[in-house]
């Protein structure tokens, strides 16, 4: 029984390290620049609509570095309230990372966020956003590329 458990744990360990592809190839060269669904903060900043409400995000620095700080910025068209932000891997599990936000109003949102690095050059990160309009719970999310430059 203790070879089953240490086997088990081994596929899992293996099946994650899969996930991250440690071969620079041309295709994720191609796809870093063909994916026109990530947010690309170096043009400004990422929006999307939620019933009639605009959110807007900004990551600073733009190129949105592995394991450096990072500045989330949102703002919202109309006030809002409970206002949660976490960041996920998209396509793979690297853990959620919380951030905790400070307000400047109830339209104006900002935190800071830390997340590591995979060993692929191609780590896509998605930014999700609750919040309450008018006493309901609405949710967005906006995808990235890490290491952008």
């Given at each position: 029984?203790?070879?089953?458990?240490?086997?088990?744990?081994?596929?899992?360990?293996?099946?994650?390290?899969?996930?991250?592809?440690?071969?620079?190839?041309?295709?994720?060269?191609?796809?870093?620049?063909?994916?026109?669904?990530?947010?690309?903060?170096?043009?400004?900043?990422?929006?999307?609509?939620?019933?009639?409400?605009?959110?807007?995000?900004?990551?600073?620095?733009?190129?949105?570095?592995?394991?450096?700080?990072?500045?989330?910025?949102?703002?919202?068209?109309?006030?809002?309230?409970?206002?949660?932000?976490?960041?996920?891997?998209?396509?793979?599990?690297m853990?959620?990372?919380?951030?905790k936000?400070?307000?400047?109003?109830?339209?104006?949102?900002?935190?800071?966020?830390?997340?590591?690095?995979?060993?692929?050059?191609?780590?896509?990160?998605?930014?999700?956003?609750?919040?309450?309009?008018?006493?309901?719970v609405?949710?967005?999310?906006?995808?990235?590329?890490?290491?952008?430059?």
């Amino acid at each position: 029984m203790h070879f089953l458990t240490k086997s088990v744990f081994l596929l899992f360990f293996i099946a994650n390290l899969v996930g991250c592809d440690s071969q620079v190839n041309e295709s994720n060269t191609a796809r870093r620049t063909a994916d026109a669904t990530l947010c690309q903060f170096s043009e400004g900043e990422c929006k999307q609509s939620v019933h009639n409400v605009t959110i807007s995000l900004l990551i600073n620095p733009i190129f949105a570095p592995s394991e450096k700080p990072l500045q989330v910025k949102l703002n919202f068209s109309e006030p809002v309230t409970n206002v949660d932000v976490r960041i996920e891997g998209r396509d793979m599990f690297m853990g959620i990372i919380p951030v905790k936000l400070t307000s400047a109003g109830s339209k104006s949102f900002s935190g800071q966020a830390i997340y590591g690095s995979c060993s692929s050059d191609y780590m896509v990160w998605r930014t999700i956003v609750n919040f309450e309009l008018n006493g309901e719970v609405k949710s967005t999310w906006f995808d990235f590329l890490a290491d952008n430059h």
